[in-house]
């Protein structure tokens, strides 16, 4: 068997990571892959040395295609015995997009988490759906990382979120909730750390200024903004070392969105011990054991018509779509929840979600998802 797989690995953010992960897992467990770069914005520089070496490789006797892309790139050849495409959509259902139709054009399609797997075969996709949830190499998480030193932050429980500015990360909730449940006499910080494609650190520094100034004036818990505690940005880009001293220094992180196909930011602090606070929908599902709260929380929610200003397709996210709306109140109860647990244990509190968080990751490591997927190759 050899392998190529075509993806957006050298795109910024969660496309790319996923797609280095899936290539390397396979390489990992010895399959002949070979790798083709498709680019969507621009290319990042610092990119996986193997990476580079499997670009090198001849594609010539390739026997199956993987294309990890978006859904209108997707193309059928007869050269392949079988054409893979993966799959990532946030929504309850895709039906309405243009992209429902092109998937109709491969063998098969791979989705990251059971509930996207389930609404392409309520929704009669026609094609033959196989759940390979994303993988990680787990060595990673137990080296040392240094930890940033934020004098705001200082003695505080700290509450965090990494990832980009859009309507269906659903930041506000993150603040409203922050804001609404904890006082100011309460040693609780909230760190955001965000990022949106074309802006510099200057511009988003100020956009969040004005859009967290809107949300705090609509809270109306006090007649002066400047009575509510202040978040910490963090609007420069950090490289995955820093990155993961983030996810070291902090306690609690906050993805109370819409949808996540997987949210590796989610993954990453429960693996550092951070617990979570996920909206019960979509790939956050896959890794949080419900049964050990120490992995993380899913917040139940109900459906919504997706209203949103952002996307990034004309089709994507119309009111055609639902998606998810995560209670509020379980989010806040969450929060005060995770709080109080370190305030009884600031000792031992932190080490033993990280062991559980670690021990939930082995399951998704290199050699366990390319298992995955080698048996959906040869099904």
């Known amino acids: 068997m050899k392998v190529l797989y075509i993806g957006h690995y050298k795109e910024f953010g969660g496309w790319g990571q996923a797609a280095t992960d899936y290539i390397l897992a396979l390489d990992s467990v ?23 070496e499997l670009e090198e490789k001849s594609s010539d006797s390739c026997d199956v295609c993987i294309q990890h892309v978006l859904p209108h790139h997707l193309v059928y050849s007869p050269n392949f015995k079988k054409n893979i495409a993966f799959l990532a959509a946030e929504s309850a259902s895709i039906k309405d997009l243009s992209w429902f139709e092109h998937l109709k054009l491969v063998d098969e399609i791979w989705v990251p988490n059971s509930q996207l797997k389930q609404s392409l075969e ?77 802006k510099s650190p200057e511009d988003l520094t100020s956009y969040m ?18 009575s509510f505690k202040k978040e910490i940005l963090v609007t420069e880009r950090l490289t995955e070392e820093q990155l993961y001293g983030l996810h070291k220094y902090c306690d609690c992180f906050l993805c109370p969105s819409h949808g996540e196909a997987w949210s590796i930011p989610s993954f990453d602090a429960m693996v550092f011990g951070n617990t979570p606070v996920c909206s019960n929908f979509g790939g956050p599902r896959e890794f949080i054991d419900k049964s050990n709260w120490r992995t993380g929380h899913l917040i139940d929610g109900v459906y919504s018509t997706c209203d949103c200003s952002d996307a990034a ?41 990280q062991a559980a968080g670690l021990k939930q990751a082995e399951k998704f490591s290199y050699q366990n998802v390319a298992k995955i997927m080698k048996e959906a190759i040869d099904a």
């Not at 969507?40 to 610092?46: A, I, M, S």
């Not at 200024?209 to 400047?226: A, P």
Request: some cysteine; aromatic content about 12%.
């Open 313 to 353: 397709f004309p089709d994507m996210f119309t009111a055609r779509e639902f998606w998810f709306q995560p209670c509020e109140k379980k989010i806040r109860d969450q929060m005060r929840m995770s709080y109080n647990s370190w305030n009884n244990d600031k000792i031992s509190y932190k080490s033993r979600n």
């Open 30 to 52: 010895g399959v002949d892959v070979v790798c083709r770069n498709v680019t969507l914005t621009r290319d990042k520089q610092d990119v996986n040395s193997r990476i580079l």
């Open 122 to 198: 309520d929704d009669k996709i026609g094609v033959p759906v196989t759940v390979v949830p994303h993988t990680i190499d787990i060595s990673k998480y137990k080296k040392n990382f240094f930890c940033p030193e934020i004098p705001q932050a200082k003695d505080t429980f700290k509450f965090y979120y990494v990832g980009d500015i859009n309507d269906r990360k659903n930041i506000q909730s993150i603040v409203r909730c922050f804001h609404s449940e904890f006082y100011q006499d309460e040693n609780v910080s909230l760190i955001l750390k965000v990022s949106k494609f074309g």
């Open 209 to 226: 200024d004005n859009s967290l100034s809107e949300i705090k004036k609509r809270l109306r818990i006090y007649n002066d903004l400047s």
